[in-house]
């Protein structure tokens, strides 16, 4: 009954933004926790960025410095803004959701490709 829907992915060149947008709607009730993963080429998925409900950050080093996680509570709607993009952040970016009430439980987004590519 959770759904959550990406938005935002594309093509860009190096060194170009991206900002990625994933509202959750249904059986959802302000998530504790929504996050970022990526599954790049050849590799596992990857955390990429996660927000608490309060507001609490953390980021993969490969993205400290370069990448800034934000949410709305109000829309249930978490965005990743992607600046000084590099082609191995080339990869499929998941949105993922920690609810602890009503339907407690883990959900994923279907992905959004991102390409980063001259």
């Known amino acids: 009954q959770v759904q959550l829907v990406e938005s935002g992915g594309g093509l860009v060149q190096p060194g170009g933004s991206l900002r990625l947008s994933c509202t959750a709607s249904?059986?959802?009730?302000?998530?504790?926790?929504m996050a970022w993963y990526r599954r790049a080429p050849g590799k596992e998925r990857e955390l990429v960025a996660g927000?608490?409900?309060?507001?609490?950050?953390n980021y993969a080093d490969s993205a400290k410095g370069r990448f800034t996680i934000s949410r709305d509570n109000a829309k249930n709607t978490v965005y990743l803004q992607m600046n000084s993009l590099k082609p191995e952040d080339t990869a499929v970016y998941y949105c993922?959701?920690?609810?602890?009430?009503?339907?407690?439980?883990?959900?994923w987004g279907q992905g959004t490709q991102v390409t980063v590519s001259s």
């Open positions: 249904g059986t959802i009730f302000s998530p504790y926790t």
């Open positions: 993922y959701a920690q609810q602890l009430v009503v339907e407690p439980g883990i959900y």
């Open positions: 927000i608490t409900r309060g507001g609490n950050t």
